[in-house]
């Protein structure tokens, strides 16, 4: 006897995507109810120039982001982003710096993030270590790399056909948020359209399952990190264009400011939950916590101690609605 496992009442499945919507709109909600009450204590907050900074801080920070959400959909993570965005700094503007045009630049940089990602997927799924310990020991190498490359000193005379790119604005958006915005539209037809994305949260659901049913689950975790390596380094390329230089230490605490605006977003570090939408949100409002710092005044250190106790309170209700279901 064959017993048919029982369909979701089409109740369900309204609420649950009624849920989707307003986690999403709930998300803007708190980020717009968060830029009011910073321009009340402070109405420079809305000034062109701040809301320009505000907007390419963000737009490098959610591309890291986007890239995490991959990785964390699959039940992974990623503690490697903020070291690839440094090196890549780094790698970029020595390569700036003695002649090499931007095209080549940007393709080296992007082939240096896949080989990153690509070490990572190899050290998760073929050496089965877990995926902290495997990125914090990548994270502890490129740092160690990008500090031996550059000598430990800023590499400075960054060609102004770089730096132009995060200087400039269409009606005064910055070029960057539109780089972020093309790369969440795709992030977001890949997740949710494509069979890559369909087994992203197979893999996140259950790797043995998705393995018994036909998921290749090498490719696709080799992918997830892979995607996180090539925007991570994308990140780093842009970063050096706004900081017209680049740093050695450039992209420090990326790596949990880009966990911390995913699971912000309704990614979940059990797996199988995440958006990019919500990521690009989330992204905003950490970015938005220390713009609105910096305008009031508020210590660094206080700052850091709040995007932390922001992380360890989301992945709390995180576990506790697991625990839940």
Do not use: C
Request: hydrophobic residues 50%.
């Amino acid at each position: 006897m064959i017993v048919k496992e029982p369909r979701p009442q089409i109740g369900t499945l309204a609420a649950r995507g009624w849920s989707r919507h307003l986690t999403g709109y709930g998300l803007l909600l708190i980020m717009l109810s968060m830029w009011l009450i910073v321009f009340l204590l402070e109405p420079r907050f809305m000034s062109f120039e701040n809301l320009f900074n505000l907007g390419r801080q963000t737009a490098i920070i959610a591309i890291v982001a986007i890239g995490q959400t991959f990785v964390i959909i699959t039940r992974g993570i990623d503690l490697s982003v903020g070291s690839t965005v440094g090196l890549t700094s780094v790698v970029t503007a020595k390569l700036l710096v003695s002649g090499m045009p931007v095209v080549p630049t940007l393709m080296i940089a992007l082939l240096l993030g896949a080989v990153v990602g690509m070490i990572n997927g190899v050290i998760v799924f073929d050496a089965r270590i877990t995926p902290f310990i495997a990125t914090l020991g990548t994270m502890t190498m490129l740092r160690g790399a990008t500090l031996m490359s550059s000598e430990g000193r800023l590499i400075s005379n960054v060609p102004k056909s770089i730096t132009k790119l995060a200087e400039s604005s269409f009606f005064g958006i910055p070029y960057l948020l539109f780089i972020l915005l093309l790369i969440a539209i795709i992030g977001t037809i890949i997740v949710k359209y494509t069979v890559f994305g369909r087994n992203l949260f197979a893999i996140g659901s259950s790797e043995e399952s998705s393995r018994l049913s036909g998921v290749n689950v090498r490719v696709t975790t080799y992918g997830a990190y892979m995607v996180s390596g090539v925007l991570s380094a994308l990140a780093g390329f842009l970063l050096t264009s706004r900081l017209a230089s680049g740093i050695p230490t450039a992209g420090s605490g990326y790596e949990l400011d880009a966990i911390a605006s995913s699971v912000i977003g309704g990614a979940s570090l059990f797996g199988a939950q995440g958006s990019i939408f919500g990521t690009v949100i989330g992204s905003f409002i950490m970015s938005t916590l220390s713009n609105a710092g910096n305008l009031l005044g508020v210590q660094p250190f206080w700052l850091q101690i709040a995007v932390g106790a922001l992380l360890v309170i989301v992945v709390f209700f995180d576990q506790l609605k697991k625990r839940v279901k």
